[in-house]
């Protein structure tokens, strides 16, 4: 089952790039060049708001996002983190308000369609709504399954699961490792990881302490990738949990 679930995954990122590929297509054909922009946001500006009118939707082509809402006593909540080939603010669609925000941690390029604009392009190019459909349900697919298994992690393990989510999807490979710059402040770990804080501060100088990583105010390398992933392998993937979630959580998600 683990190799059936890598195959879809492949088939997602291949998927996902026939998206983009023929939006591009699309946003250059002559007949549509009024319904899709291009926009720049620069680091530190929203691209969406929680609660404000949906104006339209942003398909990444470069940089890094974060997504996140807000919960009790206005706690923030992080959601996701975006990236190229990802979408933002799409679960607003047929809604009159964002029920999330999205603010960009670099400088941002990306195609800015309306509501009404997107379901004109859906009507005419049915190949793109197809790939659409497909990238959303996988999409879905990945919240659910992460949701499962955070049901199984003690709170160091969540801590962990959220490190390692940030590096694969904003980290960058060194000579130590993989070094991270966003999103790494105690309080976004904690809040993605939904740990408190002063638990999450514990758990990353425990790591430090056992070579795991190394700190340095908030850039953060993961200096033994392998020895954190075995930590939740511990709990998501023994003997009698295979068959019943399907896959092995930490082959498919780093």
């Not at 969406?48 to 009118?53: D, G, I, R």
């Not at 993961?222 to 709990?235: G, H, V």
Request: charged fraction near 20%; glycine fraction near 4%; proline fraction near 1%.
């Amino acid at each position: 089952m683990n190799e059936l679930y890598d195959f879809e995954l492949e088939k997602y990122h291949f998927d996902r790039n026939k998206l983009f590929k023929r939006l591009f297509q699309i946003a250059n054909a002559k007949n549509i060049i009024n319904l899709i922009e291009q926009k720049s946001i620069n680091k530190g500006a929203f691209l969406v708001k929680e609660n404000q009118h949906v104006t339209g939707f942003y398909f990444i082509l470069e940089g890094k996002i974060k997504v996140f809402n807000s919960g009790a006593n206005n706690k923030i909540q992080i959601l996701k983190l975006a990236s190229k080939g990802d979408i933002v603010g799409l679960s607003g669609f047929n809604s009159s308000s964002y029920w999330a925000s999205a603010i960009a941690e670099q400088n941002v390029e990306a195609y800015f369609i309306t509501p009404k604009n997107l379901e004109i392009l859906l009507g005419l190019y049915n190949d793109f709504a197809l790939l659409l459909i497909k990238a959303l349900a996988f999409k879905a697919r990945n919240y659910e399954i992460r949701q499962k298994h955070l049901s199984l992690f003690p709170a160091t393990e969540r801590i962990i699961d959220s490190l390692l989510l940030i590096a694969s999807k904003f980290g960058m490979k060194n000579s130590n490792g993989v070094f991270i710059e966003h999103c790494t402040s105690r309080k976004d770990i904690s809040s993605f990881a939904g740990v408190s804080e002063a638990n999450t501060i514990r758990t990353l100088r425990k790591l430090q302490d056992k070579e795991y990583i190394t700190i340095a105010s908030k850039l953060i390398t993961i200096i033994n990738k392998e020895a954190l992933i075995n930590q939740l392998k511990k709990y998501c993937c023994p003997n009698n949990l295979t068959s019943t979630l399907n896959t092995c959580y930490v082959n498919s998600f780093y």
